[in-house]
């Protein structure tokens, strides 16, 4: 049973011990209550492995796509207290490299490295335990490199960092039915062919998935609350949905249980991203 929630105030699960609750309580320090929540889960007790605190659902992860480190750090500096978390993709990794994740770390952000990995087992397993080096909270991988790349790399990477996320990426926010039938995947819609995914990364060990929200809870009935939904593809109601297909404003990213939104242009490319992410947060909360 959860004491949950009044607004601003933590849920906790009130089976807790008192040191545990208090770690819980006071800590803001993600990495530490995942700690925490990890060791109850194990326990086997966990029934919200991820209820960090009802006011804290969803968190926003500003994607940090840039290729100039200047840039980068210009966004988190001026979103300063505001957000958390940023994630790492290709474009900036590629581009400005380990630069811009020692940057963020140095500053206490917490850093999702979204490079996607897809290839035979022994590949991304290496390179996941290289990701697993870099300080990250998150890494992903595509969970349509197979049941073996995953299982193995989950218990190589666990076996060196076990607080470290691993996400499968499902159907990219980018794709829709039209792509099912393009590619003759025989699956009604997206929904369940992301539930199908979702299933698989879990069996194999993954903490959760890369989804649009849409589908947050079709995964979360099927696969439980501990499994984290990562839901890319947020619009604001006015925002131009650039080439996302399967969008969702965050108000109802929250209404749909999603335990991390991923803002990148929105945020980004606005005339005051400050602002904007205010205008997200006021979105959530009201
Ligand atoms: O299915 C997916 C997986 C990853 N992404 C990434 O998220 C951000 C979204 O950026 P926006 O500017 O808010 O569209 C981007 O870095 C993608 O690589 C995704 O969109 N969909």
């Known amino acids: 049973m959860l004491r949950c929630s009044q ?52 968190e926003i992860i500003v994607a940090l796509d840039f290729s100039d480190f200047d840039d980068g750090k ?19 990794y590629l581009s400005i490299g380990e630069k811009l994740i020692d940057y963020l770390v140095s500053k206490n952000k917490k850093v999702f490295l979204d490079l996607k990995f897809h290839d035979i087992p022994n590949t991304v397993k290496k390179a996941a335990l290289a990701a697993a080096k870099k300080g990250v909270f998150m890494f992903n991988l595509h969970i349509q490199g197979g049941y073996d790349m995953i299982k193995e790399t989950v218990a190589a990477v666990k076996s060196i960092n076990s607080d470290v996320l691993i996400i499968g990426v499902t159907l990219l926010t980018s794709l829709d039915e039209n792509y099912l039938n393009q590619y003759n995947i025989n699956f009604n819609n997206s929904a369940d062919y992301v539930l199908h995914l979702a299933k698989i990364g879990r069996e194999a060990g993954l903490d959760g998935v890369v989804s649009s929200a849409k589908e947050t809870p079709l995964i979360k009935k099927h696969l439980g609350e501990e499994f984290l939904t990562i839901t890319p593809g947020i619009r604001l109601a006015t925002n131009n949905i ?21 803002i990148g242009r929105p945020i980004t490319q606005s005339q005051d991203p400050k602002y904007t992410v205010k205008l997200i947060k006021e979105e959530l909360n009201g």
């Open 74 to 92: 210009n966004i988190v500096e001026t979103l300063d207290k505001e957000i958390t978390f940023y994630k790492i993709g290709l474009e900036a």
């Open 7 to 58: 607004k601003g105030q933590k849920c906790l699960p009130n089976f807790l011990t008192k040191p545990l609750k208090e770690d819980l309580a006071f800590t803001n320090n993600y990495q530490q209550r995942w700690s925490v929540l990890k060791k109850i889960n194990r326990r086997g007790k966990s029934p919200l492995f991820l209820c960090l605190g009802g006011d804290m659902k969803p």
């Open 242 to 262: 650039d080439d996302q297909k399967r969008v969702v404003t965050p108000k109802d990213a929250k209404k749909m249980g999603t335990d991390f939104m991923v």
